[in-house]
């Protein structure tokens, strides 16, 4: 049976969604390994994104809480907002209560990837702050560490992203993320996917 990482992302502006493809680009480069991409709710209504400036949402299927139970593994990512998740993304993870109660996503891997402003706008604090929805689930935090080598100690270009997970910069908005930013992302989803599935082995 396959093992199946579900990759499970809030998007506004397109930033994250990016990211998010290429994380399920690198699980499924993974034999065995069953990637999906999935949207939580969007929690503003139309006319609030339109006035934002947000494009139209990605044909990616809304996530309910309980079809979390179904995978064996996750990637979670969001934007950040003042170095916390995203509204959207913390008002899903308010909703997995009964998840909770059964321990339903204990001892399962998850990984965690986000999109700031700019390079002193959360992206260490965004993960730090979103691992104690991961601790009270009982989930196993993967980080990416420094298996991504050399690129981790670019520095003569803007680069998102830390041992904590993949990243982006999204500056103003006009900014789309770099050919290593999604280097990154693709790293990351095969790392977590073989973890994943080295975990679901031994199981």
Not at 25 to 44: I, Y
């Amino acid at each position: 049976m396959a093992t199946k990482v579900y990759i499970v992302y809030y998007s506004m502006y397109g930033h994250v969604e990016k990211l998010a493809n290429e994380i399920k680009k690198g699980a499924a480069s993974v034999e065995g390994v069953e990637a999906k991409l999935w949207q939580v709710p969007e929690t503003f209504d139309d006319e609030v994104l339109w006035k934002w400036g947000a494009p139209p949402k990605s044909d990616a299927p809304i996530i309910t809480p309980t079809e979390l139970a179904e995978a064996d593994g996750f990637v979670f990512g969001f934007p950040t907002r003042f170095g916390m998740m995203s509204s959207q993304f913390k008002a899903f993870f308010d909703a997995t209560g009964s998840l909770w109660r059964a321990q339903k996503l204990a001892g399962k891997p998850a990984g965690i990837f986000n999109s700031t402003g700019a390079q002193c706008s959360g992206e260490e604090t965004t993960p730090l702050t979103a691992i104690t929805q991961l601790a009270h689930h009982g989930m196993i935090f993967v980080p990416i560490g420094y298996t991504f080598g050399p690129n981790m100690f670019e520095i003569e270009k803007a680069k998102g992203g830390s041992p904590y997970g993949a990243g982006t910069y999204a500056g103003d908005g006009s900014r789309q993320p770099s050919e290593l930013e999604l280097k990154q992302a693709f790293h990351q989803g095969k790392h977590i996917a073989t973890v994943t599935k080295k975990l679901k082995g031994s199981s």
